[in-house]
């Protein structure tokens, strides 16, 4: 299932699947695994990401890093760690997820990525709600979509696919045209 505007595709399905240049992993400060997407992509990946990822020393909330794919379809994962919405002492946490996405662009850029795809970070387990979620990964492919072939924005629920959808459609007749 997927819908496309211009060049960013919002589509529902399983991120370790696709055939892109790099995905973006929703991972924790560790970098050595866990469970939601970040379970399914070292899963699929295999023991060389995780050696991979055992030598970056971790990742600070907002910040990204990049490895090889392994056994994925995809040639490289960039590594992001959304904020936990249900951590009351940070106080800047839309600014947080957005710098994962920004950051995730950038890295992306630097390493001569044209086709990315991004699940829906910090929605899973880190409880960052929908509207905010869906929100600041939307705007910000929007900013990206030129400097980018293709951006997938890969939903994994009914519900997070059904809510991007309708963002991006309620917003296209604004101004994404003119973007
Ligand atoms: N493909 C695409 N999206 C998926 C997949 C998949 N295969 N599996 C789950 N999702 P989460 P977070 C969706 O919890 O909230 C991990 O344990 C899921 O439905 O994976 O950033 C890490 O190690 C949700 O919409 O990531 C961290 O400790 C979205 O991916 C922590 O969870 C993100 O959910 C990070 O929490």
Not at 30 to 48: E, P, Q, T, Y
Not at 65 to 76: D, E, H, P, V
Request: glycine share 10%.
């Amino acid at each position: 299932m997927e819908r496309d505007f211009n060049n960013i595709i919002i589509m529902k399905g399983d991120i370790t699947d696709l055939d892109v240049d790099a995905i973006v992993n929703a991972a924790n400060e560790s970098l050595l695994g866990g469970g939601g997407v970040d379970g399914a992509i070292h899963a699929k990946a295999g023991g060389g990401l995780l050696e991979e990822c055992r030598k970056l020393g971790g990742c600070k909330t907002g910040e990204a890093k990049i490895t090889k794919g392994y056994n994925l379809k995809a040639k490289n994962v960039i590594h992001t760690v959304a904020p936990r919405w249900y951590d009351y002492t940070l106080n800047n946490k839309e600014e947080l997820l957005q710098n994962c996405y920004v950051n995730s662009y950038e890295l992306a850029k630097k390493n001569g990525v044209k086709t990315i795809a991004f699940p829906c970070l910090g929605m899973g387990v880190f409880q960052v709600p929908q509207e905010v979620g869906a929100k600041v990964s939307i705007e910000t492919a929007i900013k990206y979509s030129k400097e980018f072939e293709k951006i997938y924005l890969v939903c994994f629920s009914d519900s997070d696919y059904e809510y991007y959808f309708e963002y991006m459609e309620n917003r296209e007749t604004t101004n994404i045209i003119d973007r």
